[in-house]
């Protein structure tokens, strides 16, 4: 940690003025010497750039003792190195390292907050947050800037953290209430806070003061305008009403708050229910084992395949524009991009109610939901749609009509006008 510690104020030094500065939890990765960062993040370094001369981009790095997980595609950004200035951060989620360490990583946002002109600060947790840092030093200096949330960070830690041993749970109730307290205090002291999804907004937007101006925003990350095309979609359409089993799909990891034991456990009703279906989850994580016994335990190996993490996003996609329906049981107030992604393949969204996939789903009825935990109601959904082919159909096609409205290059061109509206005027 010492020399990437050693890597910040040497990059500190040499920082030259940009257009926009991101503070992100996404981290960064030295591998023989060569920076890498997260596939999906080099996409959105990309579309930035579409909307922005030059940036700052601070985040974390990770250490040699995180074991590196599979599911994580790593990219050298060699193509955006000419306009962006990486900053690397150290890897500090723990109090002990974080008072370690800062000083040193405050000193280093001074420098990159007076070198930027738009400043966009990416909260989300406590000790090693330093997206959250970077608004405090933002706000002693006077400076204007925009947070950014993907999830209701405490409720998810708290959620979490609830089927724990009590001292867990006792140490995620203390933490969760000074995450909130600090989160609404960087949040009302903001000029503009960009929620993801409408769950965010819902829980953040109360929060924003007289001068702090909430947005719901969407976010997309793909490297071209992937969507399928109308006739791709109307024969997706047609093609549904054969006798063949209804094709449901998943593509996240296989981790608590998804909910993947229910994901199961709705098949499982809707098999029980006369339904012919079949189901897939792309994906790996911790409760793999725990969703395997699970379907063994429902008998639902010939009915039920877990192919793991799937690298290659063409076989993912066409994976979606297989599938008859997205089935999805979050179990936490979060903004997954997968069913954004589903409704740009015309694959409707089938699960769990929440404030996210209603208003993704508000305009033209792209999917079903039901009340959050109601596997019952869940398998009935799917039991129905397998045996009504035409419903079926007609899902097909607003799911297609919802999807017009989402695209990466759009979702990005409207953040960097909110900010630039909202932040613009002030000195560096």
């Not at 929060?207 to 997309?220: A, Y």
């Not at 359409?237 to 708050?257: S, T």
């Not at 063994?296 to 524009?321: H, I, K, M, W, Y």
Request: hydrophobic content about 40%; overall charge positive; charged content about 25%.
């Amino acid at each position: 940690m010492q020399a990437v510690v050693e890597l910040m104020v040497d990059v500190r030094r040499r920082l030259r003025d940009a257009e926009h500065l991101l503070v992100l939890p996404v981290p960064f990765h030295y591998q023989d010497g060569r920076l890498l960062v997260e596939y999906q993040a080099h996409i959105g370094l990309r579309r930035w750039l579409e909307n922005f001369a030059s940036l700052i981009v601070a985040a974390p790095v990770l250490p040699p003792t995180v074991r590196l997980t599979s599911t994580i595609i790593w990219s050298e950004p060699s193509d955006v190195m000419d306009r962006i200035q990486f900053v690397p951060l150290p890897w500090a989620y723990s109090a002990v390292e974080c008072f370690r360490y800062y000083g040193t990583v405050r000193r280093t946002l001074r420098t990159c907050i007076r070198s930027a002109r738009y400043l966009q600060f990416a909260i989300g947790g406590l000790h090693g947050d330093w997206a959250g840092v970077a608004a405090e030093e933002a706000i002693a200096l006077g400076r204007r800037y925009a947070v950014h949330m993907d999830w209701v960070a405490h409720e998810v830690t708290w959620r979490s953290a609830r089927s724990q041993q009590p001292a867990r749970r006792i140490k995620a109730w203390l933490s969760t209430g000074a995450m909130r307290r600090w989160h609404r205090r960087l949040i009302r002291r903001s000029s503009l806070a960009l929620c993801h999804g409408a769950d965010c907004f819902t829980a953040y937007a109360p929060w924003c003061s007289s001068h702090s101006v909430p947005h719901l925003i969407h976010n997309l990350l793909i490297e071209g305008e992937d969507r399928i095309s109308a006739d791709a979609a109307s024969m997706k359409a047609a093609a549904c009403e054969g006798q063949r089993p209804l094709r449901v799909c998943y593509a996240g990891r296989i981790d608590a708050m998804k909910g993947p034991i229910d994901w199961v456990r709705a098949v499982a009703c809707a098999r029980d229910g006369g339904a012919a279906i079949e189901g897939i989850w792309i994906g790996d994580g911790p409760m793999r084992p725990a969703m395997e016994d699970e379907i063994a335990r429902l008998r639902l190996q010939n009915t039920v395949s877990l192919p793991g993490f799937v690298a290659d996003r063409g076989r993912v996609l066409e994976l979606l524009r297989d599938s008859d329906l997205m089935l999805f049981t979050h179990l936490t107030p979060e903004s997954p991009r997968c069913l954004i992604e589903a409704l740009r393949c015309a694959t409707p969204i089938v699960g769990y109610q929440s404030a996210y996939p209603a208003d993704l789903i508000s305009e033209h009825g792209g999917g079903r939901l039901v009340p959050m935990g109601d596997v019952t109601a869940l398998g009935e959904v799917l039991r129905t749609l397998a045996s009504n082919r035409n419903a079926l159909r007609d899902l097909i096609c607003r799911a297609y009509r919802e999807g017009e409205r989402f695209s990466s290059s759009a979702v990005f061109r409207h953040r960097s006008e909110l900010i630039k509206r909202h932040l613009g005027g002030y000195p560096r």
